[in-house]
């Protein structure tokens, strides 16, 4: 992408008050899942504290049920949450913007195939499927980033194969196709630039997306149970009965409203991209 | 031109009974509810040869195909029937690799220099593009001199002033001059011109004209120059095709075509183009505007019936061919 497109897009950006609040929250997640270490008071795998803790000063979240500090287990948590999703969606990403180019440019039969293999991943119901998946591998970080990609790869696929289709009738690619340009010429020089800030866009959303879902799928036990992940909190809350004994309120209302914020802070930045790449979606709210 | 179905090598670009049928696609239920539709013949059987050097002008209103010949001649979409000859050989049967090399002698100048210019590339590597493309220099330092001598050639000077901006950078003759270079760094022997002007302002329009006639001259380029307007064909052509509806209806050297008209349509594209006192005079050459849809005229008749001034003898049952009335000066219709 060329840097003057590139400036534009940032310089509209900036205007966008719901890009600034995105883009705010995700650099406070990731000021921490960078510096987690240094950020949290104890060690989140250590035996720090008596067992079901409430919160004082010593332990500003209390401790979990074997005596493990949870406001260091929550900030250790961001890491393997929006890592595990950013990995996933990143993955899926490629997926759909290589299906969606090729299959938009490509047309005749190579189109109709990847767009019912599309249509068929589209209508999935997704959670039992995710649900069978995660129990079939089992649960592990590169099974969950695996199922999640499966899963998410069509619907970017779609809105890019979209691009394509109106970016080959444009007159320079026509201009290109008319001086020589092989295929491949054209792919990599004129249309991947093009769409790339759109698929981006798409990551972002996508990312939002993987991290709800890894949440759910934690939480229902079928993420990895090892690895401290904000859902896998939720869910040892939930199986020690937290939403019984009045433990939620530092329990499970924080990692929930950690789950809520990063998520709203992509959808946001998604949003907001996807407008300022995608002019015909400005002043739609 | 005896016989304009002959194949003969000594024309630059042989042009013989090209069609090209637009299906109007529609589904099932479309099919099962609505009227038939017709296929669009946007293009219906021309036949038209280009020497080596020569300019030929095409012209005709918006929709009668002079679009769609420029892309089919490029093989940017694939004609449904005919032959296009290229210094003897069939682009048709060609394939996309075997079009390569001829591509590179064929080049084409679109009508909008804000559309068929990438906005997000300088103009150094829009003009380099077609170089990089077809392997043609050694090396960067190669291809940026070759890039700085065809833009002193098509006046985009001082170069470094213009090497890297981006076509929003440009005026709009500046972006048509970009579009030019790049279509003659390849040294084309054939050169397409599509409407060049016609989206730019007319205070810049003459610098293009004359950019591109001294450049045919200087490369000996051989042009097919489309257009809608009679003067910029007098002006940039020595021989002239008037086409109607996807046909062409009288071609001829071009002060014979202009001085000597023949085809109704051809005395009513003069009678618009000419000034006002004699527009009076003329007036009676007028045609009606289109108040059919062309789309749905049957085959088998004169096109151009429905808006002829003249009586309708055998018109609406037979459709004329190309008959030649004087040297190289061909009609299409039943009067003559």
């Keep these: ?285 | 031109m005896s016989n304009p179905k002959a194949v003969t090598h000594d024309h630059l670009v042989d042009v013989i009974d090209l069609k090209k049928v637009f299906e109007t696609r529609s589904g099932m239920l479309t099919r099962a509810f609505s009227r038939d539709r017709q296929p669009v013949r946007a293009v219906d059987g021309i036949t038209f040869h280009i020497d080596a050097g020569e300019g030929l002008g095409l012209i005709g209103e918006s929709g009668c195909g002079k679009t769609t010949t420029a892309m089919l001649l490029l093989r940017l979409i694939d004609p449904t029937a005919g032959q296009i000859l290229f210094d003897g050989l069939d682009l048709t049967s060609m394939n996309t690799r075997e079009l390569r090399p001829v591509r590179r002698r064929i080049q084409m100048v679109f009508q909008d220099p804000y559309e068929s210019l990438n906005p997000g590339k300088t103009v150094s590597s829009l003009i380099g593009e077609p170089l990089v493309v077809h392997r043609l220099t050694s090396g960067r330092r190669d291809r940026e001199s070759r890039i700085a001598e065809i833009m002193e050639q098509i006046g985009l000077v001082p170069t470094e002033e213009y090497l890297k901006r981006f076509p929003h950078q440009l005026s709009g003759g500046q972006r048509q001059r970009a579009a030019i270079a790049r279509a003659l760094v390849l040294e084309p022997v054939f050169l397409i011109a599509d409407e060049p002007t016609s989206m730019l302002d007319v205070s810049v329009r003459a610098g293009i004209l004359n950019l591109l006639q001294g450049l045919r001259d200087e490369m000996h380029l051989a042009s097919l120059f489309i257009t809608h307007d009679l003067a910029l064909a007098r002006y940039m052509c020595e021989r002239i095709a008037v086409l109607y509806n996807g046909k062409i209806v009288e071609t001829g050297e071009r002060e014979e075509l202009l001085t000597n008209p023949i085809h109704p349509y051809t005395r009513a594209l003069i009678a618009v183009a000419s000034s006002l006192s004699d527009f009076w005079a003329r007036k009676q050459e007028m045609i009606t505007e289109l108040d059919t849809d062309w789309i749905q005229l049957p085959e088998g008749c004169c096109r151009f019936h429905p808006r002829c001034p003249h009586e309708h003898g055998d018109c609406e049952n037979r459709e004329p061919d190309l008959v030649e009335v004087g040297p190289k000066h061909w009609v299409a219709c039943h009067r003559t």
């Excluded at chain 1, 008071?41 to 005596?67: A, C, M, Q, W």
Aim: some cysteine; hydrophobic content about 50%.
């Design chain 1, 1 to 285: 992408m060329s840097t003057s497109r590139l400036r534009e897009i940032l310089k509209t950006f900036r205007r966008n008050p719901l890009g600034v609040v995105g883009v705010s929250i995700l650099c406070a997640f990731l000021f921490v899942t960078v510096f987690a270490d240094v950020i949290s008071p104890y060690d989140p795998y250590e035996r720090v504290g008596k067992p079901f803790e409430k919160p004082s000063t010593t332990h500003l979240l209390g401790t979990n049920d074997i005596g493990q500090d949870l406001l260091s287990e929550m900030i250790h948590g961001a890491r393997i949450s929006l890592g595990l999703g950013f990995v996933a969606a990143t993955i899926a990403m490629t997926i759909g913007t290589v299906v969606g180019v090729v299959a938009g440019y490509a047309g005749g039969i190579v189109d109709t195939i990847l767009m019912r293999m599309v249509d068929i991943v589209l209508v999935i119901p997704f959670l039992p499927l995710m649900i069978l998946l995660a129990a079939l591998l089992g649960p592990s970080f590169w099974n969950l980033v695996l199922v999640l990609s499966v899963i998410i790869w069509a619907r970017p696929a779609r809105v890019i194969r979209a691009q394509v289709l109106s970016l080959k009738e444009r007159g320079h690619v026509v201009a290109a196709r008319s001086t020589g340009g092989t295929v491949a010429h054209i792919l990599f020089h004129h249309v991947i630039p093009a769409v790339l800030p759109l698929s981006l866009a798409q990551l972002i959303l996508a990312t939002r997306t993987t991290i709800l879902i890894e949440a759910s799928l934690s939480f229902l036990g079928l993420g990895d149970p090892i690895s401290k992940s904000w859902g896998t909190i939720l869910y040892y809350a939930q199986a020690r009965s937290a939403f019984l004994t009045g433990a939620w309120l530092w329990w499970i209302l924080p990692p929930g409203l950690l789950i809520s914020a990063a998520v709203l802070g992509f959808a946001f930045t998604g949003y907001a991209l996807e407008e300022t790449v995608n002019p015909r979606l400005r002043g739609r709210r």
